[in-house]
């Protein structure tokens, strides 16, 4: 059974500072991996979405790289913002057929940035 | 440029009652997914609609029905609703299983007494 892991749960750190989320998973039979971002109260946004054939996808100060063979994945934000502060949530889909192919999250990082 | 919504938004419920979530989606998917979100629980899939027609149990469908009306409609139905189900309910869709993403609602915010 696919299970997807997130480090830390929490991280607070000063504006502009470069920082690196962590997304773990236990299956490498995967079709695909999304990063999404939820702000408090609201649903999931899609940030980027990454293939299992690529390494990487870049959008704006985001950067979130993908090794399939070791079952990690990181999302990269570059000179942070308050307005980056939210959970920022982790999910794989398996190549399974049937509910393998659902998608699978982690529980999500929790992100502050102070001004 | 809807992409998912989701009524209502907020409802209270007393223990027993019943009711149904309702969902659409205006972006020609096939298939389409009821997760709840719960403190410490993270998201977990109630039950999803791989294609128009069919519907499959997720990892915790006790509690719950569900109908894919057509294909862009997929509600979730509370027969008889229990404190345990005080939770976030998000709609989601995508192009198909496997390979693509996914697309969210804002969720509807269930609080049983």
């Known amino acids: 059974k696919q299970e997807v892991t997130q480090i830390p749960a929490a991280l607070s750190v000063p504006e502009g500072e470069n920082l690196v989320l962590n997304c773990s998973f236990t299956?490498?039979?995967?079709?695909?991996l999304q990063w999404f971002r939820q702000d408090p109260g609201k649903g999931l946004t899609s940030l980027l979405l990454i293939q299992s054939s690529q390494r990487e996808q870049t959008s704006g100060r985001l950067n979130a790289s993908l090794d399939k063979s070791s079952g990690r994945s990181t999302l990269y934000i570059a000179a942070s913002q308050p307005g980056d502060s939210a959970t920022y949530l982790c999910?794989?889909?398996?190549?399974?057929?049937?509910?393998?192919?659902?998608?699978?999250f982690g529980k999500g990082t929790k992100l502050s940035v102070k001004p | 440029n809807a992409g998912v919504t989701q009524t209502p938004k907020f409802q209270v419920l007393k223990t027993g009652q019943s009711m149904t979530l309702q969902c659409a989606q205006d972006m020609n998917h096939n298939s389409m997914y009821w997760y709840r979100q719960d403190p410490g629980m993270g998201l977990r899939l109630i039950y999803y609609s791989a294609s128009e027609g069919t519907t499959d149990k997720g990892e915790v469908p006790n509690g719950y029905n569900v109908s894919r009306l057509n294909k862009r409609e997929f509600s979730l139905r509370l027969e008889s609703a229990a404190p345990s189900q005080t939770s976030v309910y998000f709609c989601?869709?995508?192009?198909?299983?496997?390979?693509?993403?996914?697309?969210f609602g804002s969720g509807t915010r269930l609080t049983v007494v």
């Open positions: 989601a869709s995508s192009g198909g299983p496997g390979p693509y993403g996914y697309t």
């Open positions: 299956d490498s039979a995967i079709y695909n």
């Open positions: 999910a794989v889909s398996g190549l399974g057929g049937g509910s393998q192919g659902n998608l699978i």
